[in-house]
C-alpha cells in the first residue's frame, strides 16, 4: 500500500478564505492609514493609534496573500505559515475592534475558521 496525501476541498477553501481575508485587509490597512472617515473618531487604542493598525492589517493582509498562494501550491510552508498568519490576524482583529468592531468579530471568525481547518492535516489516500 502507498500513501499519497493530497489537497483536500477544505485546503482549498481555507486558502480562498486566506486569500479573500488578504485583500480585505489591504483595503482597511489602505484606509486606516489614509484616515478615511469610515473608522470611528472616538475610539480608544490599547496599543498605540489608527495608523499604527493600518500599516499592521496591511502587512497582515500580504502576508496572508502569500499563505493563500503558498497553500494553492500545495506545500507544506503554506499550511504552516497559513497558520501562524491566521492567528496573528485574529489577534490583530481582537486589538483593532474600537476602530470597526464589527468588521473585527467578522475577521477573527474567519481566522479562526482557516487556523481550525488548516490544523486538521491532510488526507491521506491509502490505495
Do not use: C
Not at 14 to 26: E, S
Amino acid at each position: 500500500m502507498t500513501e499519497e496525501s493530497t489537497l483536500s476541498g477544505w485546503w482549498v477553501f481555507a486558502g480562498v478564505l486566506l486569500l479573500i481575508a488578504g485583500v480585505l485587509n489591504i483595503i482597511y490597512g489602505i484606509a486606516a492609514i489614509g484616515d478615511s472617515k469610515f473608522f470611528t473618531d472616538s475610539g480608544t487604542f490599547i496599543i498605540s493609534g489608527l495608523h499604527t493598525w493600518g500599516w499592521i492589517i496591511l502587512i497582515l493582509g500580504v502576508f496572508e496573500l502569500i499563505a493563500a498562494f503558498s497553500l494553492f501550491s500545495g506545500g507544506e510552508f503554506g499550511r504552516w505559515f497559513g497558520i501562524v498568519v491566521a492567528s496573528l490576524n485574529a489577534i490583530g482583529a481582537l486589538l483593532s475592534i474600537p476602530a470597526y468592531p464589527f468588521w473585527s468579530l467578522a475577521i477573527f471568525a474567519l481566522s479562526i475558521i482557516i487556523v481550525y481547518k488548516l490544523s486538521e492535516g491532510p488526507e491521506v489516500v491509502v490505495s
